[in-house]
């Protein structure tokens, strides 16, 4: 286990730092969903892309079977075992220490910078946004009393979307989300390769 992320300057001690998820097993989509390829970037690397431009300092989460190298980036490696998203969260919460962590998985490739930004500097603890009435807690922020909570519905192998509606976070409706485009859109979630085009036909249409 690697030591939490420190504040780089007392200036940033109190913005969350980003984790971006990318140990999916990703089986529709050929096993290698960090490094699928969007518009000429990898699906990892348009995740770290967007998070530096919202001024974040970011890590990834990754499985040991399913390393990821990034220049300049930490990786920090998730227990083999359960195979949950959950996992992934209880890693980025315990790896922000007493900070507050955006957590991001990487095939969420059409949020906007500015969603990330907001999600940053908006005041308030965990914030969990819900398109279309759906909780989404994949592109969320976590604040570090939400670790014990998530390792207790990791125990018992909770769906992800039930573990998040009991930790008592603010929900972020579509009349909120919209600022930053259609939620639809934004939150569009790539597993399949068809999934990919469709992404890529979503970007090129602006």
């Given at each position: 286990?690697?030591?939490?992320?420190p504040?780089?300057?007392?200036?940033?001690?109190?913005?969350?730092?980003?984790?971006v998820?990318?140990?999916?097993?990703?089986?529709?989509?050929?096993?290698?969903?960090?490094?699928?390829?969007?518009?000429?970037?990898?699906?990892?690397g348009?995740?770290?892309?967007?998070?530096?431009?919202?001024?974040?300092?970011?890590?990834?989460?990754?499985?040991r079977?399913?390393?990821?190298?990034?220049?300049?980036?930490?990786?920090?490696?998730?227990?083999?075992?359960?195979?949950?998203?959950?996992?992934?969260i209880?890693?980025?919460?315990?790896?922000?220490?007493?900070?507050?962590?955006?957590?991001?998985?990487?095939d969420?490739?059409?949020?906007?910078?500015?969603?990330?930004?907001?999600?940053?500097?908006?005041?308030?603890g965990?914030?969990?946004?819900c398109?279309?009435?759906?909780?989404?807690p994949?592109?969320?922020?976590?604040?570090?009393?939400?670790?014990?909570?998530?390792?207790?519905?990791?125990?018992?192998?909770?769906?992800?979307?039930?573990?998040?509606?009991?930790l008592?976070?603010?929900?972020?409706?579509?009349?909120?989300?919209?600022?930053?485009g259609?939620?639809?859109?934004t939150?569009?979630?790539?597993?399949?390769?068809?999934d990919?085009?469709?992404?890529?036909?979503?970007?090129?249409?602006g």
């Amino acid at each position: 286990m690697t030591e939490p992320i420190p504040a780089t300057d007392p200036d940033r001690s109190r913005r969350p730092v980003a984790a971006v998820l990318a140990g999916g097993r990703a089986s529709r989509l050929g096993g290698d969903k960090a490094n699928a390829v969007l518009a000429g970037n990898s699906l990892l690397g348009r995740a770290l892309a967007s998070l530096e431009a919202a001024g974040l300092e970011a890590f990834v989460v990754s499985k040991r079977d399913r390393p990821v190298e990034v220049e300049g980036v930490e990786v920090v490696i998730e227990e083999d075992e359960p195979q949950h998203a959950l996992a992934g969260i209880a890693t980025a919460i315990r790896q922000a220490g007493d900070r507050q962590v955006i957590v991001l998985a990487c095939d969420l490739p059409l949020l906007p910078v500015e969603y990330l930004e907001w999600l940053a500097t908006r005041d308030g603890g965990t914030l969990i946004p819900c398109p279309g009435g759906e909780a989404q807690p994949l592109a969320a922020r976590y604040s570090p009393a939400d670790l014990g909570p998530i390792e207790a519905a990791l125990a018992r192998e909770a769906p992800v979307r039930q573990a998040a509606a009991g930790l008592g976070a603010t929900l972020i409706s579509d009349a909120e989300l919209a600022r930053f485009g259609d939620p639809a859109v934004t939150f569009f979630n790539v597993n399949t390769p068809e999934d990919l085009l469709r992404a890529d036909e979503l970007l090129a249409a602006g």
